[in-house]
């Protein structure tokens, strides 16, 4: 089962030496929920500093962006899961210590249930 500080990868971290390095992921996109905060700055976690970042708008968006190659980022295994089983999303150990690894503000956003675990940045691999 996929943890926070695992990674689903685009097409090219895919095929990486685990665990990842932030060096390994930070030349690929990030895909992110973006922040609805209605006062104040905001908050983001889980992109790297230099980090390409493709914003959408919630989860579904995300999934999407995901499955079609446009990135990687947090999602609750819930989602995720299907894609794990079926091969479109690879799962990939990252270097980053449990406690440092940030969820995204995907992974905090549309739990599927009480409970449900966020597993690490989630892409598509080649079908």
């Given at each position: 089962m996929p943890t926070p500080r695992d990674v689903l990868t685009p097409d090219a971290l895919a095929g990486a030496a685990e665990p990842l390095s932030d060096d390994v992921i930070r030349p690929h996109r990030a895909v992110a929920v973006a922040d609805s905060v209605a006062q104040g700055g905001g908050i983001t976690v889980g992109?790297?500093?230099?980090?390409?970042?493709?914003?959408?708008?919630?989860?579904?968006?995300?999934?999407?962006?995901?499955?079609?190659?446009?990135g990687a980022g947090f999602l609750p295994t819930c989602l995720a899961q299907p894609y794990i089983d079926t091969g479109r999303l690879v799962v990939k150990r990252t270097e980053r210590a449990a406690g440092h690894a940030r969820p995204s503000s995907a992974s905090t956003v549309g739990r599927c249930a009480p409970g449900a675990r966020s597993s690490g940045p989630h892409s598509a691999s080649p079908p």
């Open positions: 992109i790297l500093a230099g980090q390409d970042v493709f914003t959408v708008t919630g989860m579904p968006a995300k999934l999407d962006a995901q499955l079609r190659g446009l």
